[in-house]
């Protein structure tokens, strides 16, 4: 694992050493701290954790869609329901993922 320097903006760069600007707020080198073993971990199961909820988010549009398309197709009521059900739950899992990732950025979690 490369090493980690955070930025006083929040900008985290992996690398041997900090970037000579921050690509995100223009701050020199010397506004880099670098991050313990413990702090450098904690970024890379925040990266996973975020990457599978951004994933379940994707999942979900994309139950949302084969749903909206089942409806649309209408063939008998009881197919209709059950694609009227999927379509909801679809909605709800996004927005549990939606919400834990905002949570994640308000807490520093991101990385």
């Known amino acids: ?34 991050l313990d073993d413990h702090a450098a971990n904690l970024v890379e199961r925040s990266r996973r954790t975020n990457m ?10 994309q139950i949302e869609r084969a749903c909206k398309d089942g409806i649309q197709d209408n063939l008998d009521p009881g197919c209709v329901d059950v694609f009227q059900k999927s379509l909801e739950a679809s909605y709800v899992m996004m927005k549990l993922s939606m919400t834990e990732i905002q949570s994640h950025m308000n807490k520093g979690k991101w990385g």
């Open 52 to 61: 599978l909820h951004a994933h379940v988010i994707d999942l979900a549009r």
């Open 1 to 34: 694992m490369k090493k980690k320097f955070k930025c006083v903006c929040g900008y985290i760069h992996d690398g041997d050493g900090p970037p000579t600007v921050c690509p995100k707020c223009g701050a020199p080198a010397e506004k880099f701290t670098a």
